[in-house]
Each structure stands twice: as structure tokens, then as C-alpha cells.
């Protein structure tokens, strides 16, 4: 069973940046794919970011163009840069993995934009 453990949520300002972090253990393979998910107060579950191993990253349109997804630090750890933060962007982060459609999440990590 594949574990993500998530880190790097906090407070911050308005057009500011913020890193998050997530390294998966359990798990020997390199995982198909890895993303963040994202939910806002009163709200569902989207999608933020996701990459195929060996691959491109992909969006959500809201965060095209201000965020970055890469893995690295081993082949299980994903790293999401985010920048120009807006306060519609508060939530909690989940990690997200699919490898071999067995699905794993987080635990979650809070992300508050806010002056």
C-alpha cells in the first residue's frame, strides 16, 4: 500500500509563493502517476496538477501559469511550486496517486492565502 506523506502548507499574503512537498513510500516501483488535489471550504475536490512518470505535467486551468509540478528527490517525491497566490486558493492540498489504478491519497495539508 503505497503512502503519501505531504508537507510545506502555511499561511501566506496574497500574491505570494509557497512549495508543497509530497514523498510516497510503500512502494518500490516508480508510481505511474502523482499529483495535488485541491478543496476549498464547501466545495468538491479538483484536481490542481498531475505527472506521468517520465512525463509532461498537466494544469488545472486555474492554476496554469502560476504554478510548477515536477518530480524529483527520488522518484516518488512530487514537488508543487505555486506563486501569485490569490486567496481563492485556499484549501487543503491533498498528494494524489494513481500506480496501476490503485489510487492513494494524503492526509492533506492546509494552504491559507490571507493578509
Known amino acids: 500500500q503505497v503512502q503519501l506523506v505531504e508537507s510545506g502548507g502555511g499561511l501566506v499574503q496574497p500574491g505570494g509563493s509557497l512549495t508543497l512537498s509530497c514523498v510516497a513510500s510503500?512502494?518500490?516501483?516508480?508510481?505511474?502517476?502523482m499529483g495535488w488535489y485541491r478543496q476549498a471550504p464547501g466545495k468538491q475536490r479538483e484536481l490542481v496538477a498531475n505527472?506521468?512518470?517520465?512525463?509532461?505535467?498537466r494544469y488545472a486551468e486555474s492554476m496554469r501559469g502560476r504554478s510548477t509540478l515536477s518530480r524529483g528527490g527520488g522518484k516518488n517525491t512530487v514537488y508543487l511550486q505555486m506563486s501569485s497566490l490569490k486567496p481563492e486558493d485556499t484549501g487543503v492540498y491533498y498528494c494524489?496517486?494513481?500506480?496501476?489504478?490503485?489510487?492513494?491519497w494524503g492526509q492533506g495539508t492546509q494552504v491559507t492565502v490571507s493578509a
Open positions: 494524489w496517486s494513481n500506480h496501476l489504478g490503485q489510487i492513494s
Open positions: 510503500g512502494i518500490i516501483d516508480s508510481i505511474n502517476v
Open positions: 505527472i506521468v512518470d517520465g512525463g509532461s505535467a
